[in-house]
């Protein structure tokens, strides 16, 4: 009878062991996280608190229409550091004489521990953006205009320490899109709400982008004592890239709280069940308010959760709770 027990929990003990393993194969299959990730994706989207930017429209040389929407959704902090409504994104939409201009940036978070604005260097990068986008001479590319906008940020003074990752594009009235990236967020061409285009991300290690900042002297030598750096790149590290654009193209600029939650193809997916986002600005809101939810999802097969799990080896589930900043554009 005493050896009939112990048979009976070993073999409860090893069901429970292979379920495990079972259950840590499937939740490692790409497969398994792209079909359930499709199924969360496709549920109907909760509400949410968001901001909205009113649609632009510019016509083109060739008779392309551009209509951009804006929508952001902050997540809730209980330390609430930054002063931006968008929590520590920022975003610019400007209209210049060679097409127009739209962008993201996302501020380092890590700062606002340290008692500062997080959002402040992406939100003063944004408003210089914008301002030299809408009054400069000639046909700036985005790397011209990030070039710019991060010098006068440096030379304002008004942030004072951070960092910002920052996407820029520049769609130019015969269609053809330029495109200047640094860090994790992000820019895709969606044509048949299919993907044909984006960028990639620059990271110098997991969860860690390339990032313009400002750190006072005092404080890199401090580091410096202490065997430490800060990353410090410049808009000349950027990648730039050039794509043309078609009529009915859906052209998406997001932050890594849009990135990290949900994959391009689900973005086509969602591009494809709107109509191929005929009402841009709602389809836009309806968006990041779908993403939103997810990001706050224990069960979330999120992008952020599958990489974590491919650097440590074990299961990872769950959305990633960030701010979230999306620009769209229609090409009509």
């Given at each position: 009878?005493?050896?009939?027990?112990?048979?009976?929990?070993?073999?409860?003990?090893?069901?429970?062991?292979?379920?495990?393993?079972?259950?840590?194969?499937?939740?490692?299959?790409?497969?398994?996280?792209?079909?359930?990730?499709?199924?969360?994706?496709?549920?109907?989207?909760?509400?949410?608190?968001?901001?909205?930017?009113?649609?632009?429209?510019?016509?083109?040389?060739?008779?392309?229409?551009?209509?951009?929407?804006?929508?952001?959704?902050?997540?809730?902090?209980?330390?609430?550091?930054?002063?931006?409504?968008?929590?520590?994104?920022?975003?610019?939409?400007?209209?210049?004489?060679?097409?127009?201009?739209?962008?993201?940036?996302?501020?380092?978070?890590?700062?606002?521990?340290?008692?500062?604005?997080?959002?402040?260097?992406?939100?003063?990068?944004?408003?210089?953006?914008?301002?030299?986008?809408?009054?400069?001479?000639?046909?700036?590319?985005?790397?011209?205009?990030?070039?710019?906008?991060?010098?006068?940020?440096?030379?304002?003074?008004?942030?004072?320490?951070?960092?910002?990752?920052?996407?820029?594009?520049?769609?130019?009235?015969?269609?053809?899109?330029?495109?200047?990236?640094?860090?994790?967020?992000?820019?895709?061409?969606?044509?048949?709400?299919?993907?044909?285009?984006?960028?990639?991300?620059?990271?110098?290690?997991?969860?860690?982008?390339?990032?313009?900042?400002?750190?006072?002297?005092?404080?890199?030598?401090?580091?410096?004592?202490?065997?430490?750096?800060?990353?410090?790149?410049?808009?000349?590290?950027?990648?730039?890239?050039?794509?043309?654009?078609?009529?009915?193209?859906i052209v998406v600029l997001g932050t890594d709280g849009v990135t990290d939650n949900v994959a391009p193809e689900d973005i086509g997916m969602f591009i494809r069940d709107h109509d191929n986002m005929k009402d841009l600005q709602a389809a836009t809101e309806e968006f990041v308010s779908e993403v939103a939810r997810l990001s706050k999802d224990p069960n979330?097969?999120?992008?952020?959760?599958?990489?974590?799990?491919?650097?440590?080896?074990?299961?990872?589930?769950?959305?990633?709770?960030?701010?979230?900043?999306?620009?769209?554009?229609?090409?009509?």
């Amino acid at each position: 009878m005493f050896v009939g027990v112990g048979a009976s929990r070993l073999g409860r003990g090893m069901l429970v062991a292979v379920i495990a393993v079972m259950c840590h194969l499937i939740l490692t299959q790409a497969g398994f996280y792209q079909s359930a990730a499709r199924r969360f994706f496709t549920r109907q989207a909760g509400a949410t608190a968001y901001g909205a930017y009113a649609g632009w429209h510019g016509k083109g040389g060739d008779g392309l229409t551009y209509q951009a929407a804006v929508a952001f959704n902050a997540k809730e902090r209980k330390d609430k550091k930054e002063s931006s409504g968008t929590g520590e994104d920022n975003y610019f939409v400007g209209t210049g004489a060679s097409g127009l201009y739209v962008g993201v940036a996302d501020g380092v978070g890590g700062w606002a521990m340290h008692g500062y604005d997080s959002s402040a260097i992406s939100r003063e990068l944004c408003a210089s953006l914008q301002e030299y986008a809408e009054r400069a001479a000639g046909a700036p590319g985005p790397k011209e205009l990030l070039r710019h906008a991060w010098r006068r940020v440096r030379e304002d003074g008004i942030a004072k320490v951070g960092g910002t990752t920052a996407v820029v594009a520049q769609l130019r009235p015969e269609g053809q899109l330029r495109v200047a990236n640094l860090g994790d967020s992000w820019c895709g061409v969606f044509r048949e709400s299919k993907l044909v285009f984006e960028t990639a991300v620059q990271t110098l290690a997991f969860n860690t982008p390339y990032q313009l900042s400002i750190i006072p002297d005092h404080m890199q030598a401090e580091a410096t004592r202490n065997g430490r750096s800060y990353i410090l790149n410049t808009p000349e590290d950027a990648d730039e890239y050039e794509f043309m654009l078609q009529k009915g193209d859906i052209v998406v600029l997001g932050t890594d709280g849009v990135t990290d939650n949900v994959a391009p193809e689900d973005i086509g997916m969602f591009i494809r069940d709107h109509d191929n986002m005929k009402d841009l600005q709602a389809a836009t809101e309806e968006f990041v308010s779908e993403v939103a939810r997810l990001s706050k999802d224990p069960n979330f097969p999120s992008i952020f959760a599958q990489e974590l799990q491919k650097l440590t080896g074990e299961p990872h589930i769950g959305g990633k709770v960030d701010d979230i900043t999306v620009v769209m554009v229609k090409v009509d």
